[in-house]
């Protein structure tokens, strides 16, 4: 009698929560519309896609279309092998961590010193003035920052070279364009220009969540300013900072906080400067659509993906055991 009557409080209780959810899901019936919309876009264009995996282990032909990809020769890892021991694999994987470490090392610290910096501004028209200035760049398409930097940084007719040539710091103008020597500098240039003033919005977001009477607690105290961003801002936004340089390193092999290293390398690289811009993204591009081999572009790609979502998990593992925090 006594597990009949469970049995029947636990169906009753069941078919009450189902009612309860059904009656949410009407009342929230538009959010739910607009949730149910990206979820399926973002599996038809996001998953669906990643069955095309599978020619990197294959020898895929574009010519037996979308069955090809699962009816194509196993060829196993002869692709990564064909990649790893190609003449140009080093100076490849040199250049694409390069230009990604050292977008890190600069375009790291500075949204956070820029958040730092803004967020000691009492002037609140001159604070709003320099935060949109700072992160207008980032709605500029990088075709249109390499047209820009092409006419800026010109040899010839660029104001960077005449502006030094007649501040009498240099004697000859500098190939920004053409010297491989000029190319990491100037893709860390552009990238930092473009998307710093971007990032600095999640940081100031961070430090808007600083409770003020920890401030005011300070300076009774006597903290001076500096003393005041170490000890009570910095420690702040320690949670946003660690997520988002967990993100960064992630994404670290396609251009981490400032963009995409293919867009950098796809337009503003040249033939002559093809030892220091060509990349993984740029080769696989290149390979995959000039010569369609499509089996061994997507086998680099997905060795890219690979590497990054190692760096996740890694750099995620890692700011769990040293600060108890992380993205997941």
Do not use: C
């Not at 519309?33 to 896609?49: A, N, Q, R």
């Not at 009498?168 to 893709?187: C, H, R, T, V």
């Not at 396609?254 to 995409?260: F, M, N, Q, Y």
């Not at 680099?300 to 925090?325: E, H, M, P, R, Y």
């Amino acid at each position: 009698m006594k597990q009949q009557l469970a049995k029947e409080y636990a169906t009753t209780k069941s078919d009450h929560s189902i009612r309860l959810v059904w009656k949410r899901f009407r009342q929230q019936k538009y959010m739910q519309l607009f949730v149910w919309l990206g979820l399926i876009s973002l599996f038809i264009f996001h998953y669906l896609p990643m069955f095309g995996i599978l020619i990197a282990f294959k020898n895929y032909k574009i010519a037996s279309g979308i069955s090809g990809i699962f009816t194509s020769e196993w060829v196993g890892l002869k692709y990564f092998k064909e990649f790893v021991n190609s003449y140009n694999f080093k100076t490849i994987v040199i250049n694409t961590l390069g230009i990604s470490f050292l977008k890190l090392i600069f375009a790291f610290p500075i949204p956070i010193l820029l958040a730092l910096m803004l967020n000691e501004v009492k002037d609140g028209l001159f604070k709003r003035a320099v935060q949109t200035a700072s992160y207008l760049p980032h709605f500029i398409s990088w075709v249109v920052v390499a047209g820009l930097a092409s006419v800026f940084l010109s040899e010839n007719s660029g104001i960077f070279n005449i502006l030094l040539m007649g501040l009498g710091l240099i004697k000859e103008p500098i190939a920004f364009l053409s010297d491989p020597g000029n190319f990491w500098g100037m893709a860390v240039g552009t990238a930092v220009w473009k998307e710093s003033g971007w990032w600095t919005i999640i940081f100031l977001a961070a430090v808007s969540g600083i409770s003020p009477a920890l401030y005011e607690a300070a300076h009774i105290d006597g903290a001076g300013r500096l003393r005041r961003i170490w000890h009570i801002t910095l420690p702040g936004i320690r949670g946003t900072t660690i997520v988002v340089l967990i993100l960064a390193l992630g994404s670290l092999l396609g251009g981490g906080l400032v963009g995409s290293n293919f867009e950098q390398a796809f337009l503003l690289g040249n033939a002559v400067n093809a030892d220091k811009s060509e990349i993984l993204q740029t080769y696989a591009f290149k390979v995959g659509l000039s010569q369609g081999r499509y089996s061994f572009a997507t086998a680099i790609d997905l060795l890219q993906a690979v590497i990054s979502v190692i760096l996740i998990f890694g750099s995620n593992w890692i700011s769990k055991k040293t600060t108890k925090s992380g993205l997941f």
